[in-house]
């Protein structure tokens, strides 16, 4: 079995080899001119006491050296907390050294470009808070310093104000539930109800509480086919109501009047079904889709909103759908319309 040889050894012996070959060159050559042959003994000798004495004294140097330079670089990195290099054994193998530096500075570079997206995030996240807040806030604020102004004096204005400013509270209201809500979603806070019931039966119990909302636009709301027979899932009942109300609420804001919201509710593969929330409104660019599960993410960065809302709605369809395990997915194209769709669960009672 091959002995495989530190980098250091390697070196020494290859560095007590040249120095040892010099030495006998330069001997056999005082040995021709003085003719001291009689001595070659002597000379076999010293030649590998050399070698020897050679490559202790380098492999000795080289380590201490490599060493010594090496720890440095291992103390260097240890002041970075939660690093993994500074951790493991200290290596005088370069080739090793080289190999676990660079595994360390690119596990860095990724830590620096999440902590810079995280950053971006954040600052998007603040400045849309900001302003879904401060635009009902202010109106509030507005009606209430006129009325204190002095026209709280005449009765329809002081009544027409107050109801404004009571609305604008309400949006104060709603957007710090929504909030609370999603807190709590994402920390896991939030318990399931899980049971079993009938996703048709549960569409058509939103489509019945939106009707009103659609017809101000002439939006029809409707499946994609006469469903006679109920299908069974397992799911938080109230959850998964507030995850179809907002994709068809959105649908619905979005949607062209005189569209279509179609609901559809298909077998995907044996134990599950896919429920997909389909419009022909003015869709989503393609560059924005990536994020429009974020909170408070507008696709108009233009500051104004042509609908009202939270801003949180997809954010929470987004959590509640995978605090079930499952997963959601979207498709749209400008001016043709976009199509929501998650998985659920079926219970063998829908297979049978």
Do not use: C
Request: net charge positive; no cysteine.
């Amino acid at each position: 079995m091959a002995i495989k040889l530190r980098k250091s050894y390697k070196f020494a012996l290859r560095s007590s080899f040249y120095i040892s070959i010099f030495l006998l060159l330069l001997a056999l050559t005082l040995f021709y001119f003085f003719s001291l042959w009689k001595y070659w003994p002597v000379l076999v000798i010293a030649i590998f006491l050399i070698f020897g004495v050679s490559f202790l004294v380098i492999q000795f140097r080289v380590e201490k050296f490599i060493y010594r330079r090496i720890k440095k670089i291992y103390d260097d990195v240890s002041l970075l907390e939660s690093s993994s290099l500074a951790m493991g054994p200290i290596t005088t193998d370069m080739a090793t050294l080289t190999e676990e530096i660079e595994k360390f500075a690119k596990d860095k570079r990724i830590e620096i470009d999440t902590l810079k997206i995280r950053e971006a995030y954040r600052k998007d996240f603040l400045g849309n808070v900001s302003h879904e807040l401060k635009t009902p806030l202010f109106t509030v604020q507005g009606y209430i310093l006129t009325l204190l102004e002095g026209a709280m004096e005449d009765k329809k204005i002081r009544k027409k104000y107050l109801l404004r400013a009571s609305k604008g509270v309400e949006r104060l209201i709603y957007i710090v539930k929504d909030l609370d809500l999603i807190t709590k979603l994402e920390a896991g806070e939030l318990s399931l109800d899980i049971d079993t019931f009938d996703i048709i039966e549960l569409i058509n119990n939103v489509f019945e509480l939106l009707e009103m909302k659609a017809a101000k636009k002439n939006i029809s709301l409707t499946f994609d086919m006469d469903y006679k027979q109920p299908i069974f899932v397992r799911g938080d009942r109230e959850k998964l109501q507030q995850v179809i109300t907002n994709l068809i609420v959105n649908s619905i804001k979005y949607g062209h009047s005189d569209g279509t919201t179609e609901v559809s509710v298909e077998d995907l593969i044996k134990n599950k079904v896919i429920v997909r929330v389909t419009d022909n409104g003015e869709g989503i660019p393609e560059s924005h889709l990536p994020r429009i599960f974020e909170r408070f993410y507008r696709i108009d960065k233009s500051g104004s909103r042509k609908e009202g809302g939270s801003g949180l709605g997809l954010a929470i369809v987004k959590h509640i759908i995978e605090a079930h395990g499952e997963k959601i997915y979207v498709e749209s194209a400008v001016d043709v319309g976009s199509e929501f769709s998650f998985t659920l669960e079926k219970t063998k009672k829908s297979r049978e």
